[in-house]
């Protein structure tokens, strides 16, 4: 039972444009909402983060969207760079939970020059 | 700062055998957690160390197992290894006291494990 879902495998972006990826959960408890970054042969790195005490955070080109009535949460990019072409985890924790994230399947964004 | 260092790189072993892995924290960090990436499966959540004591476990066999030194230093341990077991094994640290949790975590780059 996945209770974090990323439903689309891999997204396209005209460099300079929006990107927006979206993930989905279903376990209630999660309070806590991350988006990691990983590119090949390296770990995933932290991008942004919403407690779920809050609809929305921001830092510099990255907005996390969080609607906890749809149990939904949504990255934005922009603009989108090439560089930022990676793989995107959305990832959920609850409280009490310690470090144990259950991560979505990813997204594979690729930003075209 | 140094990041969280992985050792080995990668690692070819045969099935039946057991694997130790490696991971040196970020200094200060106190919190070890390890994550199993596959394919099919995507990233799971092995089990995490605090204080050399395992505050969280995830859904893996027995033959999986783990360990903090005083050094928050940690390995972890696979025995009788299958082939389903190949996979990318992370590991990563955060400051984490007690009663602090939503802590961004810091990977490091993992072990490919292939097991044959």
């Known amino acids: 039972d996945q209770q974090v879902k990323q439903n689309s495998p891999s997204l396209s972006v005209q460099e300079g444009r929006i990107s927006i990826l979206n993930c989905d959960y279903t376990?209630?408890?999660?309070?806590?909402f991350l988006w990691y970054k990983k590119y090949p042969a390296e770990g995933p790195t932290f991008l942004i983060s919403?407690?779920?005490?809050?609809d929305k955070n921001e830092d510099g080109r990255f907005t996390v969207f969080l609607n906890k009535s749809a149990k939904h949460l949504s990255l934005h990019i922009v603009p989108s760079q090439p560089g930022d072409s990676a793989v995107y985890f959305c990832?959920?924790?609850?409280?009490?939970?310690?470090?144990?994230?259950?991560f979505g399947g990813g997204t594979r964004l690729m930003v075209k020059p | 700062k140094a990041g969280v260092t992985q050792t080995p790189r990668y690692l070819i072993k045969t099935r039946g055998q057991q694997v130790t892995l490696s991971c040196s924290p970020i200094?200060?960090?106190?919190?070890v957690s390890w994550y199993q990436q596959t394919p099919g499966q995507g990233l799971q959540f092995l089990f995490e160390?605090?204080?050399?004591?395992?505050?969280n476990k995830g859904n893996f066999p027995g033959r999986f197992s783990g360990r903090q030194f005083s050094n928050s230093r940690s390995e972890m341990n696979v025995s009788t290894l299958e082939l389903g077991d190949s996979a990318l094994y992370l590991c990563?640290?955060?400051?984490?006291?007690?009663?602090?949790?939503?802590?961004?975590?810091?990977f490091g780059s993992g072990t490919q494990l292939s097991v044959l």
């Open positions: 990563a640290s955060s400051l984490n006291g007690p009663g602090q949790t939503n802590e961004k975590l810091f």
């Open positions: 376990n209630s408890m999660f309070d806590y």
């Open positions: 919403i407690s779920s005490i809050k």
């Open positions: 990832a959920a924790s609850y409280n009490n939970a310690g470090n144990m994230l259950t």
């Open positions: 200094s200060g960090h106190r919190s």
């Open positions: 160390y605090f204080s050399e004591t395992q505050r």
